[in-house]
């Protein structure tokens, strides 16, 4: 198993809850549309990361990079159409199953999608399609 985040105190945080499981996990701290894998990969699991992705570069980076990785799956978990505007004080970009399903044409083929309402630490709602792909 890999996790990659773009924070090291994430990260460091992640381990130390982990305790010494967290020796079973590699550990990258990399901007994804910096990240040089050098591994393939069954599943691919995105958490709020793609929405951060505003600018057609960085989203054509990801998903070069996506594609050269995955061998099975792809799990994308973004904002969907009725979620937030702005993440962190972030813009962010917002998906419906349709739009989020053009952008990865061309290497993954849609399994399934589902909008779900995630609780934040805040008490505030943010609405999200989470959506499976197969590497095609």
Not at 70 to 98: A, H, W
Request: with cysteine; proline share 1%; net charge negative.
């Amino acid at each position: 198993m890999t996790v990659l985040d773009i924070s090291e105190k994430a990260l460091e945080r992640a381990k130390a809850r982990l305790g010494a499981d967290s020796e079973k996990v590699t550990w990258i701290a990399s901007d994804v549309t910096e990240f040089k894998s050098r591994e393939h990969y069954d599943v691919w699991h995105d958490r709020a990361t793609f929405h951060f992705l505003t600018t057609h570069a960085q989203i054509a980076k990801y998903l070069e990079t996506a594609r050269e990785a995955i061998d099975g799956y792809l799990v994308i978990g973004t904002f969907s159409d009725n979620g937030p505007e702005k993440c962190s004080g972030l813009e962010v970009m917002r998906y419906n199953e349709q739009q989020l399903q053009a952008e990865l044409d061309g290497g993954f083929e849609k399994i399934r999608c589902i909008t779900e309402d995630h609780e934040t630490p805040f008490h505030t709602r943010q609405n999200f399609l989470f959506c499976s792909f197969r590497r095609a």
